[in-house]
RNA sequence: GGGCGGUUAACUCAGCUGGUAGAGUGUCACCGUGACAUGGUGAAAGUCGUAGGUUCGAGUCCUAUACCGCCCACCA
């Protein structure tokens, strides 16, 4: 029992003995069950070397919130866990790796390149598991998944094969987001912006045969090296004589000529344009409209090729450098301004991207993006919060192709062959014996990877077995809800949906929880660099992993980024230890019969109803938040009721009957008090799963895991509104007298022989049934409760409260000054409340508009006031002489 | 250039469909009382960014506006 245990509670001392518990009994496995609803959540992968942060910590604490709960609401639960092989970042460390090491990846050539990546893989993949074990996650291990998996590949494969033969994957030369650290193209959602002061150069070009010149304007002089027009509007007065002509191109002298696009914005810069089609997407429009052709300035590394000249070999910003001393020296450059632009930088090295033409593979996103629009236009997809739905529909709106191809090795090889000798495309499975145009024997597979977003869109189904027709997929499939953080709705939500809707013909998710970031205390993004992140695995270590989930999930709201407070943990462990506390109380005062008993409704005295219906309370109240994904409000309501209402109250009222009472009255009350403690544990389970299945471990009568019990439910006979009001209207009388104490500064130890209280004949009622809780509760050793005030000194302390009055007789504590200026700061208050009452009532608006139970309401109030007034001034006057 | 969020007690934040402002922490006073000092009791503390409007009544709805922050966007 744990009354052996330490008084104090230390999550250490169970947790992993706990989740081992779960874990081995197989407590996380789901079961198909026809005779079940299925609930589904599959967990956002993390990158399969990673490390548990702060992110990981908030969506899986949500994660496990809601499918403890589905699982003790007898549904059958699947949250299906996983890893990402993050190919860009993990290939980034490999390759680090093996430089360290005197290597570089070329050396090792694709096949050695990989075994070192599988063997990084191996040697950190299991990590983060491990680490969200910490965190108590109740997830199907048995169904873990890995996307380079063979399942997973399988269906990378498929969908790419689909997609092509649909004519929705392209091979074609276009502008692509390059990296020239990570050496590979990179998406438009990859891609940061951000805004860089830079210049803006004004340059000379000649015209040929003339002595003119026509000056653009460019933020990247070094690109004029791929230069193959000058642009202008066709209405452009200014230049209109020049269309047609041509320009020289300074420093390398390459002729080129003038165009009319309208794509030219007359007002900015000088109103002509450089057109660089190679490096620059409207450029590349431009070039397009016009047959200009290309010409490729830079290397993969970003240095100079040979297309520019003297140039070739410079890193770009060397080149621009030099360029611009070159093009001032000869007297080309007209002006140097500053100039604010937005700067794309690599999302995961934060290079400095370079655009530019390349042959790479796309996804034609049109078709894709407008059913996954229309879903969420009828409403089959519902964010949360809301606003979301804005921004993937924006999205969806304002869709472009996504480059899907990368230059790296670490991920899924593109299934594509090409024929040597005719160049003839083939996509299949696996390589063909003979290209199937010419017969050629001469193939060989595309060398780039897939986006790892492309296999990450798949994870709805792809982990459910699909393309086979797997019975897991056909039960659990779609999923319920998705959580997740608001900065991957482009990387992964929004292509989770279209994926799913174009393979499987439906949304994969209705719901899409969207959590904020989790920053610093002083507001903070926790960043590697800035040194300021808080590890979830120290704050488990400290505090437990119960208190860590709680202050996640608590005190903010979905959407909206939360600052990590250590004193809040420490709060919450507070918390934990209070109900550790409580329920040490109530195991030492069980008795051991106990577990053969409910309660029977005959027995059960009026704080056990008024308790029982508080229960039944936050029961209703605290499902209805979690149906609305209101977490932070239902773990609130659940803490208020253990804290306020059953551990300041219920228990500080029912010791009388548990120390000095016997028989039935005794017992009802260990069994309300046990009773209660077991819904409490249920209600609190899934946002504190460890201590509350120790402390469940330890209760009689309790067969089954708390993690497999099932959620409490409201219970109409347990509504008792009665005794709501009587233990709330004794609370009350209770308070004004510690109140009254405490402002006189007398110290509970200093009892009250006797106290009278006087009052109407209904609240006597009332009150006499609760005459003990005065004794503890207000320091009373003698209650009396009466109509009148015969023999009562009026010389006493009195306190006023609604339709009753306290005497306590404490004559020789008493300080008449102080006693005076509480009375009279109570009829200030009094005097406030009844003039915004009567303000109210004889505003005719209000009395005439208003529901006429408002209005009752405030009738009472003012009745009520009136009185406590009328007694207040009486008291004072009595004093006073 | 668009879009979104925030602005409530000293601090961090709740506040659902409009009806006398809440919590945690911190502060102050008192308390080792037999579950808990990781505790108990009590107190002080807010013109709910600003200005209008709708309403009998607005932190809550509408319109402006200020400041902070975020996202999207090809103006060279």
Redesign the pocket.
């Known amino acids: 029992m744990l009354e052996n245990l330490p ?4 999550p250490k001392d169970f947790e992993d003995r706990i989740y081992k518990y779960w874990n081995d009994n197989g407590y996380f496995v789901a079961h198909i069950d026809e005779n079940k609803t299925p609930f589904t959540i599959m967990m956002p992968p993390p990158n399969v070397t990673g490390s548990l942060h702060m992110g990981h910590a908030l969506n899986n604490t949500i994660q496990d919130i809601l499918i403890r709960w589905k699982r003790m609401e007898g549904y059958s639960a699947l949250w299906l866990p996983g890893t990402d092989h993050a190919s860009i970042s993990t290939e980034a460390r490999v390759v680090n790796k093996i430089k360290s090491e005197g290597k570089t990846k070329e050396e090792l050539g694709r096949e050695g390149f990989l075994k070192e990546a599988w063997d990084w893989t191996r040697k950190y993949g299991n990590t983060i598991k491990n680490q969200l074990k910490k965190l108590g996650v109740s997830c199907d291990w048995t169904r873990d998944r890995f996307t380079l998996d063979e399942g997973l590949s399988r269906a990378v494969e498929e969908v790419f094969i689909r997609l092509y033969e649909k004519g929705l994957i392209y091979r074609g030369d276009r502008i692509i987001n390059w990296c020239p650290s990570c050496k590979t193209a990179i998406s ?1 959602a990859e891609v ?2 951000e ?1 860089t002061k830079g210049s803006i150069w004004h340059i000379k070009y000649p015209i040929k045969d003339s002595h003119e010149f026509i000056i653009i ?4 002089p070094e690109t004029m090296l791929g230069d193959l027009a000058v642009a202008v509007n066709p209405n452009d007065e200014r230049y209109k004589h020049l269309i047609g002509k041509t320009a020289i191109l300074p420093l390398i002298d390459r002729e080129i000529p003038i165009i009319a696009d309208e ?9 002509a ?2 057109i660089t089609p190679s490096h ?3 450029d590349f429009e431009v070039g397009e409209r016009h047959g200009l052709g290309q010409c490729i300035i830079m290397n993969e590394d970003a240095t100079i090729n040979q297309n520019g000249g003297i140039y070739e070999g410079l890193d770009r910003y060397d080149a621009r450098k030099k360029i611009v001393e070159d093009l001032k020296e000869k007297g080309y450059l007209v002006e140097v301004k500053d100039h604010d ?2 700067v794309g930088h690599c999302e995961r090295c934060s290079t400095v991207v370079e655009p530019l033409i390349s042959k790479q593979w796309f996804v034609k996103m049109e078709p894709l993006a407008k059913p996954a629009l229309e879903a969420y236009e009828k409403g089959q997809l519902n964010f949360i919060p809301p ?1 979301f739905g ?2 993937y529909a ?1 999205w969806l709106e ?1 869709i472009k192709d996504w480059c899907i191809s990368r230059q790296l090795w670490w991920g899924h090889r593109l299934p594509v062959f090409y024929c040597k000798d005719c160049d003839e495309i083939m996509v299949t499975r696996t390589k063909p014996e003979k290209c199937s145009k010419c017969g050629s024997s001469d193939l060989y597979q595309d060398e780039d990877t897939l986006d790892t977003w492309f296999s990450s869109a798949l994870w709805p189904f792809s982990t459910l077995g699909w393309p086979e027709e797997t019975e897991d997929l056909k039960y659990f499939f779609p999923t319920d809800v998705l959580v997740t953080g608001y900065d991957i709705i ?1 990387f992964w939500v929004v292509r989770m949906v279209f994926s799913s809707i174009e393979q499987m013909g439906e949304v994969p998710f209705k719901d899409v929880f969207l959590t904020g970031l989790v920053r610093d205390s002083q ?1 903070r993004k926790m960043s590697k660099s800035l040194g300021n992140g808080i590890d979830p695995l120290e704050v488990i270590d400290e505090y437990g992993a119960d208190a860590l989930r709680f202050t996640l999930v608590t ?3 979905p959407g ?1 980024d ?2 990590f ?1 250590m ?2 943990v420490e ?1 919450n ?2 918390f934990a ?2 109900l550790w ?2 329920s ?2 109530v195991l ?1 005062n069980l008795e051991e019969d106990i577990s053969k008993h409910e309660f029977s409704f005959e027995d059960l005295e009026e704080e056990d109803r008024w308790i029982l219906s508080k229960l039944n309370k936050t029961i209703k109240e605290a499902t209805e938040n979690l149906n609305k994904y209101e977490i ?2 239902a773990a ?1 309501k659940v803490y208020d009721f253990i ?1 306020d209402e059953y ?2 109250w219920y ?2 009222m029912v ?1 009388s009957r548990l120390y000095k009472e016997e028989g039935a009255s005794k017992k009802t009350a260990q069994k309300v008090l046990l009773y209660v403690l077991k819904n409490i544990l249920k209600l609190l389970h899934p946002f504190m799963p460890f201590i509350t299945e120790e402390i469940w471990q330890h209760l009689p009568d309790t067969k089954e895991a708390l993690i497999l019990s099932s959620w409490p439910t409201y219970r109409e006979e347990l509504n008792f509104q009665d005794s709501e009001k009587a233990i709330e209207f004794i609370k009350s009388g209770i ?1 004004g007298i ?2 009254a104490r ?2 006189m ?1 007398i ?3 200093k009892k009250s022989k006797q106290i009278f209280v006087t009052t109407d004949e209904e609240i006597k009622e009332i009150l006499n049934k609760g005459q003990r809780y005065f004794l503890n509760l207000a320091s009373a050793d003698e209650v009396e409760i009466r109509e009148d005030k015969e023999g009562i000194d009026e010389d006493n302390i009195s306190v006023v409260l609604d339709r009753c009055e306290v005497y306590l007789p404490l004559k020789d504590l008493i300080d008449y000054e102080k006693e005076i200026e509480r009375l009279e700061k109570e009829k200030e208050k009094l005097e406030g ?1 009844i003039k ?1 009452v009567v303000g109210k009532l004889s ?1 005719e ?2 009395v005439k ?3 006429e139970k ?1 209005v009752q309401e405030e009738r009472e ?1 003012k009745t009520k006031y009136e009185e406590m007034l009328e007694k207040v001034i009486e008291r004072l006057e009595s004093l006073k002489k």
């Open positions: 008084k104090t509670y230390n438009d940061e912006h805004d304007a460019t933020t990247r794509y030219v914005d007359m007002e900015f810069g000088t109103g344009v450089k620059d997407p409207n632009h937005a606003r804005k921004v924006n304002n482009f507001g005190g903010n709201t909206n939360m600052r407070y004193e809040r709060a462990r507070n230890n209070k506390n409580a040490r109380f030492m932070g409000l609130g804290w551990c300041d228990i500080e010791k308070k510690r109140n405490a402002e500064n110290i509970p130890s409340e915004r505003n608006g209000f508009k208003a529901p408002i109030k």
